[in-house]
């Protein structure tokens, strides 16, 4: 069963501009979590979406959104990107009863200069 | 009342020596608690979990005591391995509407052959 991918892996932006990360699950685990991770913050929970429908979100500025497609497929959106938004972000998928056991992606990782 | 708190923050341990990770929280809603394993270029994967309801879980090498009066639980690695290397991050979850895992600070564990 393939893993949770992510793409791109790697990218360059400048600041003000906008990027959109992409996410496809694991087979049959309808719940997409996004989570940001960086040295000084750790892991911080972004957004969790099931059933195209964002169900949670973490303590983020609304620059920071996301969708679910019919799919389960998932995209984040950071718009006008500062500095301190360079970090890796991680997708994780979940079967819907057990939202603790998360399937991580190897992530995006974002530079803003 | 959401933080957990880990430590060490890094720890260097002999090849067949144990290897104790700590974590405290201070959220009683906190219902789940996993223990995840990341390699670098890598995102966190599942290494154990527990429920509040038992006081150890054990698998192979790796152990995780739960102390629910103290509000504690900690990762044993038995038999440490340089392979073992990586860092260790702590996990809670639960509460209402709380599917989101809440994130230690992570231990970078070193073992030396």
């Known amino acids: 069963k393939a893993g949770v991918t992510q793409t791109p892996r790697y990218l360059i932006k400048t600041r003000g501009q906008q990027v959109t990360l992409s996410c496809s699950p694991i087979s049959g685990h309808r719940s997409v979590s996004w989570y940001q991770q960086t040295p000084g913050q750790g892991l911080q929970f972004l957004f969790e979406?099931?059933?195209?429908?964002?169900?949670n979100k973490g303590n983020f500025p609304g620059r920071f959104s996301g969708r679910q497609f019919s799919n389960s497929r998932s995209e984040m959106n950071v718009s006008t990107l500062e500095l301190g938004d360079s970090a890796l972000y991680l997708c994780?998928?979940?079967?819907?009863?057990?939202?603790?056991?998360?399937?991580f992606g190897e992530g995006s990782r974002l530079t803003v200069l | 009342q959401q933080q957990v708190k880990q430590s060490p923050q890094s720890l260097i341990v002999q090849k067949g020596g144990i290897s104790i990770i700590n974590c405290a929280y201070e959220n009683t809603a906190f219902d789940y608690f996993p223990w995840y394993q990341q390699f670098p270029g890598k995102g966190p994967a599942l290494l154990i979990a527990?429920?509040?309801?038992?006081s150890e879980k054990k698998e192979g090498r790796f152990t995780i005591s739960f102390n629910k009066s103290a509000k504690q639980f900690s990762l044993h690695i038995m038999d440490s391995q340089p392979g073992d290397s990586a860092t260790y991050f702590c996990?809670?979850?639960?509460?209402?509407?709380?599917?989101?895992?809440?994130f230690g600070s992570g231990t970078r564990l070193q073992v030396q052959p």
């Open positions: 979406y099931f059933s195209e429908t964002q169900r």
């Open positions: 994780a998928s979940s079967l819907l009863q057990s939202p603790g056991e998360l399937f």
């Open positions: 527990i429920r509040p309801d038992v």
């Open positions: 996990a809670a979850q639960g509460g209402t509407g709380r599917r989101a895992l809440t």
